[in-house]
């Protein structure tokens, strides 16, 4: 499974963004997706999950701005963030579980003024 991942850039605070990644590859059956990210000289954390019968997952440090959906026909993911801060400034990597767990190349997300 490949995951490709989209949509980092630069926003101002208070501002919202767009990730999405696509999996491709030998797909049967993905049961979780999510993001996860790393700002620099931290641990990746978890950002928001998503089970394939649709619960979802958020720390609180994101509940209520980000939101998860996905698109098991497209067999990709998307992360809707909104309200920023930039505390929220990290590499953003899409993930997925088939298996074994699946990471895309990650992509920036920039949080300032």
């Known amino acids: 499974v490949q995951l490709q991942a989209f949509g980092g850039g630069l926003v101002h605070p208070g501002g919202f963004r767009r990730l999405s990644c696509a999996a491709s590859?030998?797909?049967?059956?993905?049961?979780?997706m999510g993001w996860y990210r790393q700002a620099p000289g931290e641990q990746r954390e978890l950002v928001a999950s998503?089970?394939?019968?649709?619960?979802?997952n958020y720390p609180d440090s994101v509940k209520g701005r980000f939101t998860i959906s996905r698109d098991n026909v497209k067999n990709t993911v998307y992360l809707q963030m909104n309200s920023l801060k930039p505390e929220d400034t990290a590499v953003y990597y899409c993930?997925?579980?088939?298996?074994?767990?699946?990471w895309g190349q990650g992509t920036q997300v920039t949080v300032s003024s």
């Open positions: 993930s997925a579980i088939q298996g074994m767990v699946y």
């Open positions: 590859g030998t797909i049967l059956s993905i049961t979780i």
């Open positions: 998503s089970a394939r019968h649709s619960s979802t």
